[in-house]
């Protein structure tokens, strides 16, 4: 029987200590017998070209890419998929046998995926998300949330410009309103997603009231530090199914393991912990 060949894949960020990811596709990894390496790449601003089309010299499979180089990861590579240029960001670079890079985007899989399994009664096309939000990962839940047939995006960000422009870029189904429509925004909808950073550790909480949200909308925040944010607590209260964010860092991660070492993961319960346990 032949051994499997060793093979390496990464993160690159900046700072990229903190990431979560090494241990996550570590445990991959382990779980399946593969011999390989997952490590963090500091990477600073302004050097993302030079050190991607280096993994090809130093025998990497390729890398994840997180912030903030998600925007110069898209410019760099050879070729893209279309929902990475419809996003306008990647975050798995998988370095071809020609030693070309190419260029993904796993957010809005992983987004999508989150919900599916933590809300298996919840589809796109039930009715009109409310997306907060218009930054990097607002971008991956409007796609996703588009592509996979939503009716009505209504897209709500403090800076309505802002959520005009991805609005023009990505086109859909997609409706842009004022910051303070947020509450009465809530009517009919089937789904609520918080992309700002308002909740998270650190941060003053999110200010929106939900008296309007049926209760047989799901909420999700794609905050996960920490797990139970305000806003998810005053849904599970009235009665939502709330979905944190822990879960789309998981499901993302899935593509990019199967690009490099061949086998598509799962997200069990004992990785779940695993991760919980470094928040």
Same mark, same amino acid.
């Given at each position: @029987?032949?051994?499997?060949?060793?093979?390496?894949?990464? /993160?690159?960020?900046?700072? %990229?200590?903190?990431?979560?990811?090494?241990?996550?596709?570590?445990?991959?990894?382990?779980?399946?017998?593969?011999?390989?390496?997952?490590?963090? =790449?500091? %990477?600073?601003?302004?050097?993302? #070209?030079?050190?991607?089309?280096?993994?090809?010299?130093?025998? +990497?499979?390729?890398?994840?890419?997180?912030?903030?180089?998600?925007? #110069?990861?898209?410019?760099?590579?050879? *070729?893209?998929?279309?929902?990475?240029?419809?996003?306008?960001?990647?975050?798995?670079i998988v370095v071809q046998p020609d030693h070309s890079l190419h260029?993904?985007?796993?957010?809005?899989?992983?987004?999508?995926? $989150?919900?599916?399994?933590?809300?298996?009664?919840?589809?796109?096309?039930?009715?009109?998300?409310?997306?907060?939000?218009?930054?990097g990962s607002a971008r991956a839940v409007v796609a996703g949330l588009?592509?996979?047939?939503?009716?009505? %995006?209504?897209?709500?960000?403090?800076?309505?410009?802002?959520?005009?422009?991805?609005?023009?870029?990505?086109?859909?189904?997609?409706?842009?309103?004022?910051?303070?429509?947020?509450?009465?925004?809530?009517?009919? #909808?089937? =789904?609520?997603? $918080? *992309?700002?950073?308002?909740? @998270?550790? &650190?941060? !003053? !909480?999110?200010?929106?009231?939900?008296?309007?949200?049926?209760?047989?909308?799901?909420?999700?925040?794609?905050?996960? /530090? !920490?797990?139970?944010?305000?806003?998810?607590?005053?849904?599970?209260?009235?009665?939502? %199914?709330?979905?944190?964010?822990?879960?789309? =860092?998981?499901?993302?991660?899935?593509?990019?393991?199967?690009?490099? +070492? &061949?086998? @598509?993961?799962? /997200?069990?319960?004992?990785?779940?912990?695993?991760?919980?346990?470094?928040?």
């Amino acid at each position: @029987m032949t051994a499997l060949p060793f093979r390496t894949a990464g /993160v690159a960020g900046w700072p %990229v200590a903190h990431s979560r990811s090494p241990k996550l596709h570590g445990y991959w990894l382990a779980q399946h017998n593969i011999p390989g390496a997952y490590l963090p =790449l500091p %990477v600073r601003p302004g050097e993302v #070209a030079i050190a991607l089309r280096g993994l090809a010299a130093l025998g +990497f499979a390729g890398c994840n890419v997180t912030v903030p180089h998600k925007e #110069a990861a898209l410019a760099t590579a050879d *070729s893209v998929d279309p929902v990475a240029r419809r996003i306008g960001a990647a975050n798995l670079i998988v370095v071809q046998p020609d030693h070309s890079l190419h260029a993904s985007n796993t957010d809005a899989f992983g987004f999508l995926e $989150n919900l599916r399994t933590c809300a298996p009664g919840w589809q796109a096309t039930q009715g009109p998300a409310v997306v907060l939000g218009a930054g990097g990962s607002a971008r991956a839940v409007v796609a996703g949330l588009c592509d996979a047939g939503c009716p009505d %995006v209504r897209l709500l960000n403090r800076t309505r410009a802002r959520a005009e422009s991805l609005a023009e870029d990505l086109g859909g189904a997609v409706t842009v309103l004022d910051w303070d429509q947020r509450h009465a925004a809530l009517e009919g #909808a089937a =789904l609520l997603a $918080n *992309s700002t950073t308002q909740g @998270m550790h &650190g941060q !003053p !909480p999110l200010e929106i009231d939900l008296s309007a949200l049926p209760r047989t909308a799901v909420v999700t925040d794609l905050v996960y /530090v !920490p797990l139970e944010t305000p806003l998810l607590a005053a849904a599970r209260a009235r009665g939502n %199914v709330a979905v944190d964010g822990l879960g789309m =860092l998981l499901h993302q991660a899935r593509p990019s393991f199967a690009a490099w +070492f &061949g086998v @598509m993961p799962d /997200v069990t319960p004992e990785l779940r912990a695993l991760i919980e346990a470094t928040l």
